[in-house]
């Protein structure tokens, strides 16, 4: 099993909004924040991801009302910014057929630590694209796009959310960057070991529960995969059917979150996981129940984690507002830090960022007033 | 030609709200703004050519559904961005 080390920070949160990105900067406490910007005013910020391998180089998914979609690449922290030469944007179709168009870039991943300059997008619809230069063109994955199956994988308009069916949660193997898992809302969790020239369907045990066959090979609704970068042989995903865990090494995936509190449930959309912890994963429940309001349930704020790979699961609340609040966190809306203790954070769609500098035991609020949150990521820029 | 860029637009062209442009019909018009100004169509015209649904571009006026309509050197194009929601 890889160890990865604590960092000491400081922290910055990028903040993506519907109208914009900002940046909180924190202290080395992780108490004080500052913010800064906006960047992109008015722009349609769906991701803001900082490159790891140099931890200065940003990219942006990001449109606006008016114009098509693209990527922002910075190469200094976010101090300049400039256009992707060639976005995301599906194969032109033969005269007399009817293409795909991508609405927006939705989610972006670094590739594999070994591969500079290597990123992939999802898109909505679901699309997959994969830059070998730091973010500046943007080929199809042909083995995605023209699979036989992926009509049918990616379903159609009916089946999509409705803002529109997307490909998220885009996952290197970090023993292996030919090996990589996704997820799409709809369509489920999908892999491929030979770097996208073929995939397959990974939902055997998981529940789709609006279909007719309720454990169909596809068709789920995943709303976010992640996969632990010590121990890569475990996946986590929360769905629209409950949160569940694959260990590879046992086959299926088991719904971890039937042991969560009954009255709470276990629908919602994000999922952060531990850096050093397999065991360890927060999430963030939202009612599911009858016309599906997609709040806190009851009106009360929560994070839930389990220490235990899901057997048993705590409340954490404090902090946070105890009644009268009617919060929703979207899937790319929470993350957590690399420090020690982890630092968790995330964004409402009321746009607020509340943060704990002490693994969800207390909460306070950091930002307020800003619009409506799609994406926080936790980032440790060079210096 | 005389194209007139809205502020969504102005960014590609260093704020200039009117900028020349060559070209015998529209879409040569925008393949040629897109050389003097890299990546402003494809903010404007998807991936199969059709013009995004918030965009319009009229010609002396007249609104343009087809890029294969035909240019002369006097006219004027204007791009506009359509009304939406907050």
Redesign the interface.
């Known amino acids: 099993m890889t160890t990865i080390t604590p960092t000491t920070g400081p922290v910055t949160l990028l903040i993506a909004t519907r109208k914009g990105a900002w940046f909180l900067k924190g202290d080395s406490g992780r108490r004080r924040w500052e913010i800064e910007g906006p960047a992109f005013l008015g722009h349609i910020v769906h991701h803001l991801v900082l490159d790891p391998r140099d931890r200065r180089t940003l990219l942006m998914a990001a449109r606006?009302?008016?114009?098509?979609p693209?990527v922002f690449r910075s190469a200094d922290g976010g101090q300049s910014w400039k256009?992707a030469?060639r976005?995301p944007?599906?194969?032109?179709?033969p005269e007399g057929s009817?293409?795909?168009?991508?609405d927006h870039v939705f989610w972006l991943s670094p590739g594999h630590p070994g591969e500079a300059g290597v990123w992939y997008a999802g898109t909505s619809p679901q699309g997959l694209f994969r830059s070998e230069d730091g973010g500046d063109s943007w080929p199809i994955v042909e083995g995605f796009e023209d699979h036989p199956m992926r009509p049918q994988w990616t379903g159609g308009e009916q089946d999509a959310p409705p803002d529109g069916g997307k490909l998220h949660s885009i996952l290197i193997d970090p023993r292996d960057p030919a090996h990589i898992y996704l997820a799409m809302s709809c369509g489920g969790v999908f892999e491929t070991v030979d770097k996208g020239r073929d995939w397959r369907p990974l939902n055997a045990g998981c529940r789709a529960d609006f279909l007719p066959d309720p454990y169909p090979e596809f068709g789920h609704d995943t709303h976010r995969l992640a996969l632990h970068p010590q121990a890569p042989d475990i996946l986590y995903q929360q769905n629209h059917c409950g949160i569940y865990r694959l260990d590879r090494r046992q086959g299926t995936w088991v719904r971890i979150g039937e042991n969560m509190p009954q009255e709470v449930g276990d629908f919602g959309f994000p999922l952060v996981l531990h850096p050093r912890d397999p065991q360890t994963v927060w999430v963030f429940p939202m009612d599911g129940t009858e016309v599906w309001p997609r709040v806190s349930p009851g009106g009360k704020p929560a994070a839930y984690v389990t220490r235990d790979a899901g057997q048993t699961w705590q409340r954490l609340d404090r902090g946070l507002p105890p009644a009268q609040a009617w919060l929703t966190v979207k899937r790319q809306a929470m993350t957590a830090d690399a420090q020690d203790p982890i630092g968790l954070y995330f964004g409402t769609t009321c746009g607020e960022v509340w943060a704990s500098p002490d693994e969800g035991a207390h909460w306070s609020c950091i930002a307020r007033h800003l619009p409506e949150i799609y994406a926080v990521e936790a980032a440790e820029l060079a210096p | 030609m005389k194209v007139f860029v809205p502020t969504p637009l102005r960014s590609y062209t260093g704020q200039q709200a009117c900028v020349e442009a060559q070209g015998a019909t529209v879409a040569e018009l925008l393949a040629d703004l897109d050389w003097r100004y890299p990546g402003i169509r494809f903010r404007m015209i998807d991936e199969q050519d059709a013009v995004r649904p918030h965009i319009r571009i009229f010609v002396n006026a007249e609104q343009v559904r087809d890029l294969g309509a035909p240019l002369r050197p006097a006219d004027e194009v204007q791009i506009l961005q359509a009304l939406s929601g907050g």
């Open positions: 606006t009302g008016h114009l098509g693209t256009e030469s976005p944007a599906f194969p032109k179709a009817k293409g795909r168009v991508v």
